[in-house]
């Protein structure tokens, strides 16, 4: 099984910084990365997929990358509404086998 | 409006059942390959089952496999996640999702349906 190791923990940070966030898998998962915003009480929304791919009606403030086992999401200049928790997923090719990782919480400092 | 709505959720002792279902509308419910994803209190999500879109490949994570059967109506634009032998740790949100073939993963959520086993 492959195991999502996010990083940091929780990153404290204030509107108009920029947020790095990292995840690394236990081993190669190509390009079958995607990555996830949980506000409170609601549900998990798509971000990026396959790495580096804006999902439908995602700012341009997020951008993805990495490949193999080292990503990165970034927030270029944080607005109000990104404070969240931030999941990386992976997808194995076949058959189709999802694992999360257990999540970044970006705080307001 | 793509839409996903589940139902079937509630109070269950361990080594119970329960059904869930999930309706979808807005989009042709036929064309897409559907999962369950779970997520307890306080936790992240956990991915549970995988179907096809026309229902003969289905996948299941280790911690659900024999207990928990995934099968779907498409007459009916109905998802299902049959759930036996429950246990404490099944106690979560259950919420059914929806996989493009563009991203390949989870891009449309259902509101999820509250299971909880405990006695």
């Known amino acids: 099984e492959i195991v999502l190791t996010q990083s940091p923990a929780t990153l404290s940070l204030s509107p108009g910084e920029r947020a790095t966030l990292s995840c690394r898998t236990s081993?190669?998962?190509?390009?079958?990365l995607a990555w996830f915003q949980q506000k409170p009480g609601q549900v998990p929304r798509l971000l990026i997929y396959?790495?580096?791919n804006r999902a439908t009606g995602i700012p341009a403030r997020f951008s993805g990358s990495g490949s193999g086992a080292d990503f990165t999401l970034t927030i270029s200049s944080l607005e109000p509404e990104d404070f969240a928790i931030y999941y990386c997923?992976?997808?194995?090719?076949?058959?189709?086998?999802?694992?999360f990782g257990q999540g970044t919480k970006l705080e307001i400092k | 409006e793509m839409q996903l709505v589940e139902s079937g959720g509630g109070l269950v002792q361990p080594g119970g059942s329960l059904r869930l279902s999930c309706a979808g509308s807005g989009f042709t419910f036929s064309s897409f390959w559907m999962n369950w994803v779970r997520q307890a209190p306080g936790e992240g999500p956990v991915w549970v089952s995988h179907i096809s879109n026309d229902g003969s490949t289905v996948t299941y994570a280790d911690s659900v496999k024999g207990r928990f059967t995934i099968f779907r109506d498409n007459a009916k634009n109905t998802l299902y996640l049959q759930m036996n032998s429950l246990r404490v740790e099944d106690t979560a949100v259950y919420y059914c999702t929806m996989t493009t073939v563009i991203t390949q993963t989870f891009d449309l959520w259902g509101h999820g349906t509250k299971v909880t086993v405990s006695s």
């Open positions: 997923q992976q997808r194995s090719d076949w058959p189709p086998v999802y694992t």
């Open positions: 081993q190669s998962v190509y390009s079958y």
């Open positions: 396959d790495a580096s």
